[in-house]
């Protein structure tokens, strides 16, 4: 079974930076090839809200209210990939989810990373 294990969360003042991690800690072999690897977050009493999306080709988009500040790369060597955040604003508090889906439609979650940006 596919787990994805999450890092790099904390407290962090605002204009502040933090760089996400996300391992994919077992073999991906059984499942079909991954397609997209996304970033989600929720902060207290809203939505889940997708952040920023990578295919396996590299193109990335992000959501309108983090363009410009996070970037999500990917490193298939470590089977790993980041989420680095920039100029952190408050607004940005929540917890941040990992995320895989694959071309059968196989989806993972991680367990969730807090994040929490102080004014």
């Known amino acids: 079974q596919v787990q994805l294990v999450e890092s790099g969360g904390g407290f962090v003042q605002a204009g502040g930076s933090l760089n996400l991690s996300c391992v994919i800690s077992e073999s991906t072999a059984s499942m079909s090839p991954i397609a997209w690897y996304r970033w989600f977050r929720q902060a207290p009493g809203k939505q889940r809200e997708g952040v920023a999306t990578?295919?396996?080709?590299?193109?990335?988009t992000y959501a309108d209210s983090v363009e410009g500040r996070f970037t999500i790369s990917k490193d298939n060597t470590k089977s790993t990939f980041y989420l680095q955040m920039n100029a952190l604003e408050p607004e940005d508090t929540a917890v941040y989810y990992c995320n895989l889906v694959a071309f059968r439609g196989e989806t993972f979650w991680g367990q969730g990373t807090q994040v929490t940006v102080s004014s």
């Open positions: 990578i295919n396996r080709g590299g193109e990335t």
